[in-house]
């Protein structure tokens, strides 16, 4: 929630790490174990076929088997844990739920309409093969220079066309969520009552919720799931995010509830 998104962050991370510290010891507690369990076996002994140990011997020799493949498991999900934390730390995606936002997107605009309009004057100079003028541009280097003068397997020079377009959605899809993002945080807070309960968009935590007056019967829980709503403890609401596609939802699920539960 916008409230306490680092905070989430963080505790996320933190998990993360966790798990594979405490799977990362248990892998190596496992192969140890599963180690020292077949040193008991004299090397390439194999099973007496016929012989009174043979069941016993059967039965040892999976455990060790299972307890090697219980130490792999752990080992996968360590890495697994590990990869996890340094995707969330290393992520940069703007989330709508970051009480900042609205800030990070104009940034990202700004930078993005400098990019093209860098890519712009870059090509003109390339075309005039001014490479003093190119070199005297913010960005201008001669390793880009001479790289930007490299032709393609067409044969083409600059900045490609691809890059233009790929660059101007970039900026389009972005001005249109500041633009919902502002209209979302001009609405005024909304609460409405239906027999049982409440639905509210609640902007400090950035999320569209419904409040019940007692835990909601299953067919009302799986018209929730169904919509995307989840069970959220700390809040003790049932919600999704605060946006153009919660709000839809959130209608979606309030007339389901009154077609199916009129005098609850």
Known sequence: MKHNFEERRQKRIDYAKKQAAKNEQLSDELYNQASKMSSAIPFGQPILVGHHSEKRDRNYRDKIHNKFGKAFEASDKANYYERKAEAIESNDAIFSDDPGALEKLKAQVIRLEANQSFMKEANRFIRKKDEA???????????????????????????????????????????????????????????????????????????????????????????????????????????????????????AVLKKLLETQPGC
């Open 133 to 251: 003028g190119f070199l005297n541009m913010e960005f201008g280097t001669p390793e880009l220079w001479k790289q930007l003068n490299t032709p393609d397997y067409l044969g083409r020079v600059g900045f490609a066309s691809y890059a233009f377009s790929n660059n101007s959605t970039s900026i389009r899809r972005i001005k249109h969520r500041i633009q919902q993002l502002e209209l979302l945080e001009s609405r005024p807070a909304s609460e409405v009552p239906f027999p049982g309960g409440m639905v509210k968009e609640n902007k400090e935590a950035g999320r569209v919720q419904f409040l019940f007056d007692e835990k909601p019967s299953e067919q009302i829980r799986k018209i929730l799931k169904g919509n995307a709503f989840r069970w959220s403890p700390n809040e003790e609401a049932w919600q999704r995010h605060l946006n153009a596609n919660g709000i839809f939802a959130a209608k």
